[in-house]
């Protein structure tokens, strides 16, 4: 058995879970008091109509925060959507692409794979995969000469950070001339500044940087809410939602209500700037530890294309693994095992955590690799 000495007692562990994930204290805090009683109405958050004033004001306040941080352009839709990524991988065909129109996919980990069979599975349209991940086991994103777009396509999407390889695009890829970027920001969304001009949609789940599981946040470009290809179910309908300013029916609304407060939150601290900086200052804790380590911590993703968000790596071997993940949670960090499809460790460090955790587990990973490597 390894010895790590212990490290004092806390409260809560350092949280590296995939998602849902780690929120500020601050922002709990807030909801503790906002479950009881919110801004003095004498009536909690999940007890409030969304059709009072009260939510209005929530909902505006959550829409705004959501656009200042975000330096979103007023020609962009905010939708607070019911559903995981997971419906956006066909909500985002059913409204964005034509039958026998082609669509561009770059698959570059789990996720990208999932919208592929997804969108297949939605329209009778082309799904050109234009990158194949898996030939290279998911250790990199293609450069722009790794892909050939397509002339015409409705959209190209793309997976920005690669949350179970850890990979991540350093820039948004190239499209065809005019054609409009789709992108998954799940597990980045406001980690780093957006350049807005390529793209047509954004989308993100929740429970990564924005708080509570089961609400995506879509943000597209208007005039791709009112192309819609297709009569649609009402609620699978962007322009229905955005008719309804996300009130279609009884919306998520303590999941508004949590992303507005982590919003605020995250302007406070210095926005998408200052979380790029910190989100830097995490991972190189780590990628530096793997790469001093003589092999015995090896990364999944090649060097150029590292997330900042999301460290995957591997030990010498499956026992190393599993030992290292279980004597991690015995020292406080949480959340350490690697996705099953891509095993390993993976150290998830979203907007919300500290560096002081990062520095933490650094300290554990050095200890680790000298009484095991
Ligand atoms: C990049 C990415 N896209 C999509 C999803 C799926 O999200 P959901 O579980 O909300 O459907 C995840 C979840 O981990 C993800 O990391």
Redesign the pocket.
């Known amino acids: 058995m390894t010895r790590l000495a212990r490290p004092a007692p806390r409260e809560r562990m350092w949280n590296f879970s995939?998602?849902p994930a780690v929120m500020p204290l601050e922002v709990l805090d807030q909801l503790r008091r906002d479950l009881v009683d919110l801004d003095g109405t004498g009536v909690g958050i999940l007890e409030h109509s969304h059709r009072q004033p009260t939510f209005d004001r929530v909902l505006e306040e959550s829409m705004a925060a959501c656009r200042t941080l975000g330096e979103i352009p007023d020609d962009y839709e905010i939708l607070m959507l019911p559903g995981?990524?997971?419906l956006q991988f066909s909500q985002i065909a059913l409204n964005l692409l034509a039958d026998g129109a082609t669509a561009d996919y770059p698959d570059t980990d789990v996720?990208s794979a999932k919208a592929i069979i997804e969108a297949r599975a939605s329209v009778k349209a082309h799904i050109a995969v234009i990158f194949e991940g898996t030939t290279f086991r998911y250790d990199h994103v293609p450069t722009d000469s790794e892909m050939v777009p397509t002339p015409g396509a409705a959209y190209l999407h793309y997976?920005s950070n690669n949350?179970v390889h850890g990979t991540r695009y350093p820039l948004p890829p190239k499209a065809a001339p005019g054609v409009p970027l789709v992108c998954?920001a799940?597990?980045e969304i406001f980690g780093r500044p957006l350049d807005w001009a390529p793209h047509g949609l954004v989308y993100a789940?929740a429970?990564k940087n924005c708080g509570v599981?089961a609400m995506?946040i879509v943000i597209v470009r208007k005039d791709l809410v009112e192309r819609s290809p297709r009569a649609l179910p009402t609620m699978m309908s962007y322009a229905a939602h955005a008719m309804a300013g996300s009130r279609l029916n009884t919306p998520p609304t303590f999941a508004i209500h949590t992303a507005g407060l982590v919003f605020r939150w995250m302007i406070a601290q210095g926005g998408t700037r200052e979380f790029d900086r910190r989100n830097a200052a995490k991972a190189s804790l780590l990628y530096r530890v793997i790469d001093s380590s003589n092999g015995f911590y090896r990364g999944l993703s090649r060097p150029e294309c590292r997330s900042d968000i999301n460290v995957s790596f591997r030990l010498p071997s499956r026992e190393l693994d599993a030992r290292f993940a279980r004597e991690a949670a015995d020292q406080g960090f949480d959340g350490l095992a690697g996705h099953k499809d891509a095993g390993g460790v993976r150290a998830s460090m979203y907007n919300a955590l500290p560096t002081e955790a990062a520095s933490a587990l650094e300290q554990f990973m050095r200890e680790f690799a000298r009484v095991n490597g």
């Open positions: 995939a998602g995981g990524a997971t996720w997976c949350t998954d799940s597990s789940a429970q599981a995506t």
